[in-house]
């Protein structure tokens, strides 16, 4: 395969065939995780119709007045609740890097159906499972984006038996990890530039994912997904219709002793002659467990036998870099960017 793209990977055998063909497609994944990071995955099953039903959903939403959208701001407390305004997030502060805020908006919401017991009632899990903040329009809002989420769920379920083969672990082996996952949807827009943006600003500025993996939808138009290629320069990612793109995070490069790449990946500022195009896009974050124990995987130990990392709970893992992309303004900074 080669490394100047991001390859495409069907998906389908895996899921109606046999040894061979689940070792097959085990194969694809891990050459690519390996490699860049990234693949686009066909043949997964969602429908074309709950995609293009949940994007037109999120563009209604987003299209809506700003006090309406402020309605259901994210808390403070709950950083992965709620509505994102312009400017209040910085997603290379993970890393780190002082930049302008990201040009986009978005709203974020977790997993629903709750069971009940010491899991979902642990300090750690308050920050995970925080009550939902839905808007009150559009009236399909909830009913369309709760449907797209339990999608989502059965997709990933698949995706990790997938990871599973390709580590060479029993297919099973992630189950009890990510059996109570804390998985987030966030719904993002990036509205049209009406005027150019200041120097170091993008849609969203250079970052890797926290969690395990991340399934995507975005719209393929200018001003996209962009992949670190390890030559340094930036890598265009155009899925095909009906594709969607998936990339493993921190979570998963540290699982995988580093054999996989959690890569850096940014959305870019379209052309002039694009400005006035705005741009949807829906990631699936899925994380583990809160309380599931990440340490090196067997099969990555490698010729040396030795993990690069010590064993940490997910959670401790997660919160403190998600913690640094928030970018908190007061209610007079809010107003600037109406």
């Not at 940014?266 to 949807?280: G, L």
């Amino acid at each position: 395969m080669s490394d100047d793209q991001v390859p495409v990977i069907d998906m389908q055998p895996f899921l109606t065939g046999d040894k061979k063909a689940k070792q097959a497609v085990g194969r694809q994944v891990d050459e690519a995780l390996q490699t860049i990071g990234f693949f686009t995955l066909i043949g997964h099953g969602v429908p074309d119709e709950l995609i293009t039903l949940t994007r037109e959903t999120a563009l209604e939403f987003f299209g809506c007045s700003l006090d309406e959208k402020m309605k259901i701001a994210n808390p403070p407390e709950h950083m992965s609740r709620g509505y994102n305004w312009v400017g209040n997030r910085s997603l290379a502060y993970t890393l780190g890097e002082e930049t302008p805020p990201d040009l986009q908006e978005g709203f974020a919401f977790g997993p629903f159906d709750l069971g009940e017991g010491p899991y979902y009632a642990a300090p750690a899990a308050s920050s995970f499972f925080a009550p939902n903040i839905w808007p009150e329009q559009p009236d399909a809002f909830r009913r369309v984006f709760e449907e797209y989420y339990r999608e989502m769920v059965l997709l990933a379920e698949s995706v990790m038996a997938i990871f599973a083969v390709a580590l060479d672990v029993p297919e099973s082996y992630f189950a009890d990890k990510t059996d109570k996952h804390t998985s987030v949807i966030r719904a993002v827009h990036y509205p049209a530039q009406s005027e150019p943006p200041v120097a170091g600003q993008l849609r969203a500025g250079a970052h890797t994912d926290y969690g395990t993996f991340t399934i995507l939808y975005g719209d393929d138009s200018p001003g996209g997904l962009q992949v670190k290629h390890r030559d340094g320069d930036w890598l265009d990612v155009h899925p095909s219709p009906g594709a969607l793109i998936c990339n493993v995070g921190d979570l998963m490069s540290r699982w995988t002793n580093d054999r996989w790449i959690s890569n850096l990946h940014r959305v870019a500022n379209p052309p002039p002659e694009y400005a006035a195009i705005d741009r949807i896009a829906i990631p699936f974050f899925h994380n583990a467990n809160h309380d599931a124990v990440i340490e090196c995987i067997p099969s990555c130990l490698g010729p040396t036998g030795v993990a690069k990392y010590s064993p940490v709970l997910f959670s401790e893992l997660y919160l403190g870099k998600q913690n640094r992309a928030e970018r908190k303004l007061n209610n007079t900074d809010r107003k600037s960017y109406d």
